[in-house]
Every structure is written in C-alpha cells, then in structure tokens.
C-alpha cells in the first residue's frame, strides 16, 4: 500500500493503492459504480468512508447513558406495541 499526499483545493487529499483486490470485490465495486453512474474510485471511497466511521460507534455507545433496560424487555415492548 502506498500513502501519498498533494494539495487540492487548499486541503490535503490522499493516494490510497491498493494491490491484490479479489475479483469478486472489484466486480462488485464495478456493478455499484454503473448503478450509480460513477467512477469505481468514487464507490471505493464511499464504501470506505462509511466503513470507517463505523468505527466511532461503539465509543459513542459507551457515552450514552445506561437504562437498565434488557434486549428482552426492550424487543417484548416493541413486540407488545405491535400487537
């Protein structure tokens, strides 16, 4: 993987290459990127740009605060709700 840097626009964009992309992952980059009528670099950087903030999740998670609540109760409430 090569990292590199440039100005764009006055911020920094990044060069990110990757090697060794199975075939099924750049078919299906290349069907996402048709669909949406983009470039596969486009789809790539999307994909990876939500992917990434996945990442905060669980530290957001852990900042909400505890209800003493159970999976149960909360999923038989909701069930209760439907009817």
Known sequence: MVR???MHFDRIVHTL???NV???VMDRLERLARAAGTSVEAV???E???AT???DNASLVATLPH???STDA???AIDDDRG
């Open 17 to 19: 290459h990757l090697r």
């Open 48 to 50: 990876l740009n939500a």
């Open 22 to 24: 199975p075939d099924e």
């Open 67 to 69: 209800r003493g609540l």
């Open 44 to 46: 790539a950087i999307r």
């Open 74 to 76: 909360i999923v038989g």
């Open 4 to 6: 590199a840097n440039c």
């Open 53 to 55: 903030r996945r990442v």
